[in-house]
């Protein structure tokens, strides 16, 4: 019996396992952690047959040797023990191509980006549903890619959000519709150069067979046709606006699209239609619509979802009102970028809740519109005392280091009164690590304060 091990015990690893294991592999898991839940998981997966090692790395020693190895997504892919894997010839892939393995016979949409992913795979998925296809969201959104691939029925389509640490240890991936969201400095801890991320996120889109790209960013509006020379193009802006002759734009209220440099354009549906604010969701509008028509889903089916579309939890998820104050949970907001989009976003004067583990970026453009639009900030986490001096270094001294949560959003509630504030906006422009899990559990932190103090 051939034997695989999987690195990573979460919901992407399980999965793993238990398509594995279905396939007729000798499945160990393995992980560095351990914990009560994590112990739990390990004896429910006993009886399933499958070995789950905690507090354990891989080491290919003679108990650890594989034919295959499979990468859960958050696990770095240039870690010494898969350096040397592919050294001894010992195959490395990631969960994502293994489950491209098992479903590539449904065709796929793939999402990748720095930011604008999670809402666009959402609104993907909810245009595709509509139309009546089964068209599950998988990836770094809804269902592990294997989970999926557990499922009895072969999806219609598969809606994958996939990041470039997917991409990286996914050879063979090849979309059906390739989207490319946004590119900004992100990640460069671990993929080291801007170039060599563009590169990595590249790779998905060279192996699509149509491609989508947010024409109004403005590093892949750089790189144009010259790189991408039958890509559809998207722009808020209007039809003038496109980088080639085909694509889909926004003109007197209208989605348009014009898919064919020879074809006349259409009306699609009106963009009043997206409940949700911002001009950078009217792009991922554009891009969601973009997938649906090359997949030749009709308007009607467009229109009905998009109507009832409510947004992303975590990202710019209004929450609740008190005393005519919006608070709103932007949580999914991990870098500057992010940030200054839910800055943006929101009416002014707000109260922003900002802070927590810091990552490497361009902070100017997020410092400049706190200056515009923040009557002040509170700081959470442990880039608090980093982002007072870079406030302070700018000129803006209406800021608190408050620490938690559970400080900053009573204290929020009532500058906002001071100031007369109409929103308290947790966008922190920072990983959740040094506090948290994971930005959701962040978000759902900051939603049920929220909550307990409006109660």
């Given at each position: 019996?051939?034997?695989?091990?999987?690195?990573?015990?979460?919901?992407?690893?399980?999965?793993?396992?238990?398509?594995?294991?279905?396939?007729?592999?000798?499945?160990?898991?393995?992980?560095?952690?351990?914990?009560?839940?994590?112990?739990?998981?390990?004896?429910?997966?006993?009886?399933?047959?499958?070995?789950?090692?905690?507090?354990?790395?891989?080491?290919?020693?003679?108990?650890?040797?594989?034919?295959?190895?499979?990468?859960?997504?958050?696990?770095?892919?240039?870690?010494?023990?898969?350096?040397?894997?592919?050294?001894?010839?010992?195959?490395?892939?990631?969960?994502?191509?293994?489950?491209?393995?098992?479903?590539?016979?449904?065709?796929?949409?793939?999402?990748?980006?720095?930011?604008?992913?999670?809402?666009?795979?959402?609104?993907?998925?909810?245009?595709?549903?509509?139309?009546?296809?089964?068209?599950?969201?998988?990836?770094?959104?809804?269902?592990?890619?294997?989970?999926?691939?557990?499922?009895?029925?072969?999806?219609?389509?598969?809606?994958?959000?996939?990041?470039?640490?997917?991409?990286?240890?996914?050879?063979?991936?090849?979309?059906?519709?390739?989207?490319?969201?946004?590119?900004?400095?992100?990640?460069?801890?671990?993929?080291?150069?801007?170039?060599?991320?563009?590169?990595?996120?590249?790779?998905?889109?060279?192996?699509?067979?149509?491609?989508?790209?947010?024409?109004?960013?403005?590093?892949?509006?750089?790189m144009g046709i010259s790189h991408w020379p039958d890509a559809y193009w998207t722009s808020v802006k209007g039809e003038d606006?496109?980088?080639?002759?085909?694509?889909?734009?926004?003109?007197?209220?209208?989605?348009v699209e014009k898919l064919k440099p020879t074809s006349k354009p259409e009306r699609v549906i009106s963009a009043s239609a997206?409940?949700?604010?911002?001009?950078?969701?009217?792009?991922?509008?554009?891009?969601?619509?973009?997938?649906?028509?090359?997949?030749?889903?009709?308007?009607?089916?467009?229109?009905?979802?998009?109507?009832?579309?409510?947004?992303?939890?975590?990202?710019?998820?209004?929450?609740?009102?008190?005393?005519?104050?919006?608070?709103?949970?932007?949580?999914?907001?991990?870098?500057?970028?992010?940030?200054?989009?839910?800055?943006?976003?929101?009416?002014?004067?707000?109260?922003?809740?900002?802070?927590?583990?810091?990552?490497?970026?361009?902070?100017?453009?997020?410092?400049?519109?706190?200056?515009?639009?923040?009557?002040?900030?509170?700081?959470?986490?442990?880039?608090?005392?980093?982002?007072?001096?870079?406030?302070?270094?700018?000129?803006?001294?209406?800021?608190?280091?408050?620490?938690?949560?559970?400080?900053?959003?009573?204290?929020?509630?009532?500058?906002?009164?001071?100031?007369?504030?109409?929103?308290?906006?947790?966008?922190?422009?920072?990983?959740?690590?040094?506090?948290?899990?994971?930005?959701?559990?962040?978000?759902?932190?900051?939603?049920?304060?929220?909550?307990?103090?409006?109660?």
């Amino acid at each position: 019996m051939p034997r695989a091990s999987v690195i990573g015990l979460g919901k992407s690893g399980v999965a793993t396992a238990r398509l594995l294991k279905r396939e007729g592999w000798e499945v160990v898991l393995s992980d560095s952690n351990t914990s009560p839940s994590l112990l739990k998981q390990q004896q429910e997966l006993a009886t399933e047959q499958i070995t789950a090692k905690l507090g354990h790395s891989l080491d290919l020693n003679g108990t650890d040797l594989s034919d295959l190895i499979v990468v859960s997504p958050g696990v770095p892919w240039d870690i010494p023990v898969l350096v040397k894997a592919r050294e001894l010839g010992i195959e490395t892939i990631g969960e994502m191509e293994l489950a491209w393995r098992y479903l590539q016979a449904s065709p796929w949409v793939g999402i990748t980006g720095t930011n604008g992913k999670t809402t666009t795979t959402a609104l993907i998925a909810a245009i595709f549903q509509a139309a009546g296809l089964n068209a599950p969201a998988c990836g770094n959104i809804g269902y592990a890619a294997c989970e999926v691939a557990l499922s009895e029925k072969l999806p219609d389509w598969v809606i994958a959000e996939i990041s470039s640490y997917q991409i990286e240890s996914s050879v063979t991936l090849a979309p059906r519709i390739g989207i490319w969201t946004t590119f900004t400095p992100d990640h460069l801890a671990r993929h080291k150069t801007l170039e060599n991320y563009y590169n990595i996120k590249a790779n998905l889109l060279k192996q699509s067979h149509f491609q989508v790209f947010n024409g109004d960013d403005s590093y892949l509006n750089k790189m144009g046709i010259s790189h991408w020379p039958d890509a559809y193009w998207t722009s808020v802006k209007g039809e003038d606006f496109l980088v080639s002759e085909q694509g889909f734009y926004i003109e007197d209220g209208w989605v348009v699209e014009k898919l064919k440099p020879t074809s006349k354009p259409e009306r699609v549906i009106s963009a009043s239609a997206l409940r949700m604010v911002g001009e950078h969701n009217l792009q991922n509008l554009l891009m969601a619509v973009a997938a649906a028509r090359l997949a030749e889903i009709s308007h009607d089916a467009i229109d009905i979802a998009i109507r009832k579309f409510s947004g992303v939890p975590h990202r710019l998820e209004h929450i609740c009102s008190w005393e005519g104050i919006d608070f709103i949970n932007d949580s999914k907001a991990t870098n500057y970028d992010a940030a200054e989009v839910g800055l943006v976003s929101v009416n002014s004067p707000a109260i922003l809740i900002a802070g927590g583990e810091a990552k490497p970026g361009d902070d100017n453009g997020w410092l400049s519109k706190i200056q515009a639009k923040a009557a002040a900030v509170l700081l959470i986490g442990s880039a608090a005392p980093a982002f007072a001096q870079r406030l302070h270094s700018v000129g803006y001294t209406n800021y608190e280091i408050v620490e938690t949560m559970a400080k900053a959003v009573p204290r929020s509630a009532a500058l906002a009164q001071e100031y007369h504030a109409s929103v308290v906006l947790l966008s922190p422009a920072c990983a959740s690590f040094d506090q948290y899990p994971n930005f959701e559990a962040r978000g759902d932190d900051f939603r049920h304060l929220c909550l307990a103090w409006v109660g």
